[in-house]
């Protein structure tokens, strides 16, 4: 079975030396789990060295964006050559911050979903509806479209996490119900199965992000179709961030 998975993105928060420290303390807090799988996604200057401080451990880091070149005339950004050199295993794209601060179409998201994967890079495609189109009635819509755009001609799975996640429940403190959480993650799952293959589909892990917190994970991770979390806020503290890793990994263990 599919390890659960517990990934933080620190977002633009933390510098190196808090970072450094963070990772290191993170690992000594959680000696004793062995049923999750941990990545942390630090802002792109720090990858190298939470990558080094992380080598041979089973946690693994991920980058919170590339683009969908290997190398080019592009300042400011980061190719996922460059990330896998580094030695990166995850990259989230398709942020909803991505999406809707800097304004990143499905088109671009569905590049750099192709260019990660070519590189052997692990991809966590986010996808989620804005409160208002939830209010409209048109979420199915909004992940359908999400998915068919972000996909476009990917037809490899083993490479590939999914993350729910309601823009309107992202830092907002708002959790979406467990009714929500469900239809949408079962919504995705038969959307994948239709994509791939029911055995492709079964294997790829769905994430819920949005608010998720100590006092909230145990009831998230019993919500059917629910295989781990994308966490931003309480995954910048280590009290928060180990708690969570310690009741993912006390759930499945039952
Ligand atoms: P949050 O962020 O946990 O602070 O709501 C989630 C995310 O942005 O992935």
């Not at 070149?69 to 990166?88: D, H, Q, W």
């Not at 942020?95 to 671009?108: A, C, G, L, V, Y």
């Amino acid at each position: 079975m599919k390890k659960p998975i517990v990934a933080g993105n620190w977002k633009m928060y933390k510098t190196l030396k808090e970072g450094q420290s963070f990772v290191e303390n993170i690992v000594n807090l959680t000696l004793d789990i062995d049923g999750v799988q941990v990545i942390f996604c630090p802002p792109f200057p720090m990858l190298f060295h939470i990558v080094e401080i992380l080598k041979n451990s089973g946690f693994k880091v991920g980058s919170q964006n590339c683009h969908w070149e290997s190398e080019g005339a592009f300042t400011g950004e980061t190719s996922p050559k460059i990330l896998a050199g580094l030695g990166v295993d995850f990259v989230i794209l398709g942020h909803s911050e991505r999406r809707h601060i800097f304004n990143e179409p499905d088109e671009w998201i569905n590049k750099k979903v192709h260019a990660a994967m070519n590189l052997g890079l692990n991809v966590i495609l986010c996808i989620g509806e804005t409160l208002q189109k939830r209010e409209n009635g048109l979420t199915e819509i909004v992940l359908t479209e999400q998915l068919q755009k972000g996909l476009l001609s990917v037809d490899k799975s083993e490479k590939l996490v999914i993350a729910y996640e309601p823009v309107w429940a992202i830092g907002t403190g708002v959790v979406a119900e467990s009714r929500q959480i469900e239809e949408a993650h079962e919504l995705i799952r038969n959307w994948l199965k239709d994509k791939f293959t029911k055995n492709m589909a079964n294997d790829i892990p769905v994430l819920y992000g949005g608010s998720v917190k100590l006092e909230n994970v145990e009831d998230l991770i019993s919500i059917p179709g629910v295989d781990g979390f994308l966490i931003g806020g309480a995954s910048l503290k280590e009290e928060s961030f180990s708690g969570i890793i310690h009741k993912v990994e006390n759930y499945y263990k039952g």
